[in-house]
């Protein structure tokens, strides 16, 4: 006699077809979107890329790193990441021209891994990766060969990992080998009191450091003078940040550049806020967001940072946040003003810092400790 399947199980397995057509049928969009994006690339094709890669050759050749005089940020061929970041980059140098296109399918399944294990439901995940592979952000940044794809999986394990200090703090430090901003969220970590994971950051940061000192690659001097000299990028029309975008909307020079020192100011009072008053993971996901925007200079593809709030705010329902990503797609790059890759940083800012705050009363174990809490807590237990 044969049994019929129950009702349940064959719902599942409905659900599992379902599910596996949706993903085979997002995975051929994002494949039509990015292989064309590259496609269509001409001077930019992997531009940032080689910009590592030839550091990395004049390193092994005993040539300096770094130009000598001011440079002007913005161009292919300026290297200012810190000197260890090279690392990373040489097992890509050694294959030649093959490198651009290993590092480039490095990226994208970065990008595909960090959508994959973003502590958020299944269907948010998929609409994750698929309007990132639709958005120019991710499009532009694979093209250039940026790193952006690699710190967006960096941020969504520091995200998973964020009641694990020891992963937490490597991540944290690798991101900020890779480049600086990420260091912001060891700032939020020590006023969290969470000193285990700023430990294991610095600690990471250390053994890095050393790991390049040994193979030549330790001239943090330079690296800094290089950031200290390189020209202002305020009147570069690439350059989101506030200040430039203020200026290209008529603001003069002086003024942006005081309007772009109060946007630093104000950024960093949110980390104390974030740290000090909200829950964690609203809090987390602010740090990194205000880490895009700290600096005067701020590039289309670090948009790309936003994804993560945008999917922690559509699992509490905020449906409406889904026009920061959908201002970003290719399609429409032609027909939105420049200001929706400047504007959309302060919209998500705010949007954490009201549903985190709503969320606040509900979390209260969540919240970050106080010393005095530490001290009472120390004098209550048994010797």
């Avoid at 970041?85 to 294959?95: E, G, I, S």
């Avoid at 040994?214 to 001239?219: A, I, K, Q, S």
Wanted: net charge positive.
């Amino acid at each position: 006699m044969t049994v019929a399947p129950s009702r349940s199980a064959t719902d599942e397995r409905s659900r599992r077809i379902m599910l596996g057509l949706i993903v085979a049928f997002v995975g051929v969009i994002a494949v039509a979107y990015i292989g064309f994006g590259l496609s269509a690339a001409s001077t930019t094709l992997g531009c940032d890329y080689n910009t590592y890669a030839d550091a990395a050759t004049r390193h092994l050749n005993g040539e300096a790193l770094y130009p000598a005089g001011v440079a002007r940020t913005g161009e292919c061929g300026l290297y200012q990441y810190p000197p260890p970041f090279l690392l990373f980059v040489l097992p890509f140098a050694a294959l030649g021209g093959a490198g651009l296109w290993v590092w480039i399918a490095a990226s994208t399944a970065a990008f595909a891994l960090a959508c994959a294990i973003l502590p958020v439901q299944p269907w948010i995940r998929i609409a994750i990766f698929l309007l990132g592979a639709m958005g120019w952000p991710l499009i532009f940044g694979l093209r250039i060969g940026q790193v952006v794809p690699f710190l967006f999986l960096l941020s969504a394990l520091g995200w998973r990992w964020l009641d694990r200090p020891a992963p937490l703090g490597l991540v944290v430090g690798i991101g900020t080998i890779v480049k600086v901003q990420p260091g912001l969220v060891i700032a939020w970590l020590v006023l969290r009191l969470n000193l285990r994971a700023a430990a294991a950051a610095i600690a990471t940061i250390a053994v890095i450091g050393v790991a390049g000192l040994v193979v030549g690659l330790g001239d943090l001097p330079t690296f800094l003078r290089v950031l200290g000299q390189i020209s202002s990028a305020t009147d570069l029309a690439s350059n989101y940040a506030i200040g430039a975008s203020a200026h290209r909307l008529g603001l003069d020079l002086p003024s942006a550049g005081i309007l772009q020192a109060a946007n630093t100011v104000a950024m960093l009072g949110l980390v104390v806020v974030a740290a000090r008053w909200m829950p964690k993971v609203p809090g987390y996901l602010l740090v990194v967001t205000i880490s895009q925007i700290l600096s005067p200079i701020v590039w289309s593809h670090y948009a790309l940072a936003l994804l993560l709030p945008v999917a922690w705010l559509l699992e509490r329902r905020q449906w409406w946040i889904l026009v920061v990503p959908l201002s970003h797609l290719w399609l429409l790059i032609a027909m939105v003003p420049e200001q929706v890759y400047t504007a959309p940083y302060y919209l998500v800012i705010v949007a954490l810092l009201v549903v985190g705050w709503r969320e606040r009363a509900a979390l209260a174990d969540d919240a970050p400790p106080r010393p005095e809490r530490l001290a009472t807590a120390s004098r209550a237990e048994p010797a």
